[in-house]
């Protein structure tokens, strides 16, 4: 996988990989990290160990959720040989655990606060935009002691404005709640960008936030379920460090 690195501050590091350079095969090559998807599971296990040495711990401290398009946040206190169920948002504050949050057209977002030491993933879609997985993460980070001005996000890759073309039923509803997300694609149909929704989710509450990565539709080196179906999920991780660490 190209993985890109980056830091939140002092203590939280996290990464992104996109789907080139994985062990993988077709339909899933080659980084895909989602075990749900009917890809070998040492292939997963593999390549996910690839990315959690990236942020410095090894594989089986990964944690991951199995999203069900909701708003339920997870509280993470130890390593899980299992996906966290039921859930689209994962939060902890225990140093060494590296939070996974997948996707293939859906929003990814890293979150981290180096001075409260806490850290967060959030998987948002149309219906997570929409119910707003993003702000309960950001109450859940804040129960834990985050402060909004401490808090940094990265937005990950999705499919964009121009290509995630809806019906008129689903631009109202979702636009209804985030009007940012209203779009258009360039032969005029109702589309939606999920990802300004989520900035602008961001901005009002006060978080500084960065973009990383291209539009998923259009990119062969990022998994889109929309064009592919059949496919794997590229995702990322962030992880709060060890006080040796640092
Ligand atoms: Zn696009």
């Given at each position: 996988?190209?993985?890109?690195?980056?830091?939140?501050?002092?203590?939280?590091?996290?990464?992104?990989?996109?789907?080139?350079?994985?062990?993988?095969?077709?339909?899933?090559?080659?980084?895909?990290?989602?075990?749900?998807?009917?890809?070998?599971?040492?292939?997963?296990?593999?390549?996910?160990?690839?990315?959690?040495?990236?942020?410095?711990?090894?594989?089986?401290?990964?944690?991951?959720?199995?999203?069900?398009?909701?708003?339920?946040?997870?509280?993470?206190?130890?390593?899980s040989a299992h996906p966290v169920p039921d859930v689209?948002?994962?939060?902890?504050?225990?140093?060494?655990?590296?939070?996974?949050?997948?996707?293939?057209?859906?929003?990814?977002?890293?979150?981290?606060?180096?001075?409260?030491?806490?850290?967060?993933?959030?998987?948002?879609?149309?219906?997570?935009?929409?119910?707003?997985?993003?702000?309960?993460?950001?109450?859940?980070?804040?129960?834990?002691?985050?402060?909004?001005?401490?808090?940094?996000?990265?937005?990950?890759?999705?499919?964009?404005?121009?290509?995630?073309t809806v019906h008129d039923a689903r631009f109202d509803?979702?636009?209804?709640?985030?009007?940012?997300?209203?779009?258009?694609?360039?032969?005029?149909?109702?589309a939606l960008d999920l990802r300004a929704a989520v900035?602008?989710?961001?901005?009002?509450?006060?978080?500084?936030?960065?973009?990383?990565?291209?539009?998923?539709?259009?990119?062969?080196?990022?998994?889109?379920?929309?064009?592919?179906?059949?496919?794997?999920?590229?995702?990322?991780?962030?992880?709060?460090?060890?006080?040796?660490?640092?």
């Amino acid at each position: 996988m190209a993985i890109v690195t980056g830091s939140f501050g002092s203590r939280v590091r996290w990464s992104f990989a996109d789907r080139l350079d994985g062990v993988s095969r077709s339909p899933y090559a080659a980084g895909n990290l989602a075990d749900h998807v009917g890809d070998d599971p040492d292939h997963v296990a593999h390549n996910r160990a690839l990315l959690a040495g990236s942020v410095g711990v090894d594989g089986a401290h990964v944690v991951s959720m199995a999203p069900v398009h909701g708003n339920d946040v997870g509280q993470v206190t130890g390593p899980s040989a299992h996906p966290v169920p039921d859930v689209d948002a994962l939060v902890t504050m225990v140093p060494g655990l590296a939070l996974l949050t997948l996707a293939a057209d859906c929003v990814p977002v890293l979150l981290g606060d180096s001075v409260s030491g806490v850290v967060g993933v959030v998987h948002a879609g149309w219906r997570g935009v929409t119910s707003d997985v993003l702000g309960k993460t950001l109450d859940a980070l804040r129960d834990m002691g985050s402060r909004p001005e401490n808090l940094h996000a990265l937005v990950g890759p999705a499919i964009c404005g121009q290509c995630y073309t809806v019906h008129d039923a689903r631009f109202d509803e979702v636009v209804a709640v985030a009007p940012a997300a209203a779009s258009a694609s360039t032969a005029g149909e109702r589309a939606l960008d999920l990802r300004a929704a989520v900035d602008e989710r961001l901005r009002i509450a006060g978080v500084t936030s960065t973009r990383h990565g291209a539009c998923t539709y259009e990119s062969d080196t990022l998994y889109s379920y929309r064009r592919d179906q059949v496919t794997g999920r590229h995702g990322g991780v962030v992880t709060l460090l060890a006080d040796e660490e640092r």
